[in-house]
Nanobody
Framework: QVQLVESGGGLVQPGGSLRLSCAAS????????MSWYRQAPGKQRELVAV???????TYGDSVKGRFTISRDVAGNTMYLQMNSLKPEDTGVYYC??????????WGQGTQVTVSS
């Protein structure tokens, strides 16, 4: 069983920055894809960013140019650097990991609130 531990959420003013982390309790060689999703109140969960095992990155249209997804050298911790935050970025951010053999895991979520 893979455990995902998220951290870094909080309250920030519009235009501010936050950095989220997700640590996976699995060897990096088993990790295929790591992603961040978010869910705002009353809305469906949406994809924020993806990073593959060969470090290819994909972003949702609403965060392109403002958010950056990355992994540490060991490869089993993922980060989401969020800059120029907007009130519409508010929501619960979830870490998602797909490992090989194919199984998927979700983190518990971390709240991000952008408000003045």
């Amino acid at each position: 069983q893979v455990q995902l531990v998220e951290s870094g959420g909080g309250l920030v003013q519009p235009g501010g920055s936050l950095r989220l982390s997700c640590a996976a309790s699995v060897r990096s060689t088993s990790i295929d894809v790591m992603s961040w999703y978010r869910q705002a109140p009353g809305k469906q969960r949406e994809l924020v960013a993806v990073i593959t095992r060969d470090s290819r990155q994909t972003y949702g249209d609403s965060v392109k140019g403002r958010f950056t997804i990355s992994r540490d050298v060991a490869g089993n911790t993922m980060y989401l650097q969020m800059n120029s935050l907007k009130p519409e970025d508010t929501g619960v951010y979830y870490c998602y990991v797909q490992v090989i053999p194919i199984r998927t895991y979700w983190g518990q979520g971390t709240q991000v609130t952008v408000s003045s």
